[in-house]
């Protein structure tokens, strides 16, 4: 009889943890990629290079950060709409 464990799966285990308190505090459905997703996007909203967000998200390929992760943030979006209804009626 072996008592040698396996090694512990770290990022199960942070799944499983933050699924549960998601749950727990009546959010829903909520898992690690989704906070991939928010880290993106806070990157975005403050200005950092989109290579450098590459390079945080350790993606090997730029396109992955740019077109997976590159949903703008919807106080970006409301701008950019701002600035062209300003375009379209203002001229400027």
């Known amino acids: 009889m072996s008592f040698v464990q396996p090694p512990i799966d770290w990022v199960n285990c ?3 943890f933050v699924r549960n308190a998601a749950t727990a505090a009546g959010i829903g459905k909520l898992g690690t ?3 991939r997703h928010t880290f993106r996007s ?4 403050v200005g950092t290079p989109v290579g450098v ?3 945080l998200m350790r993606h090997a390929d730029i396109r992955t950060t740019m077109n997976i992760y590159g949903d703008a943030g919807s ?3 409301s701008q950019a709409r701002g600035k062209i209804a300003d375009l379209a009626l203002n001229g400027r």
């Open 14 to 16: 942070a799944s499983h």
């Open 53 to 55: 967000q590459q390079g």
């Open 75 to 77: 106080e970006e979006m």
């Open 42 to 45: 806070w990157l975005d909203s």
């Open 33 to 35: 990629h989704t906070m």
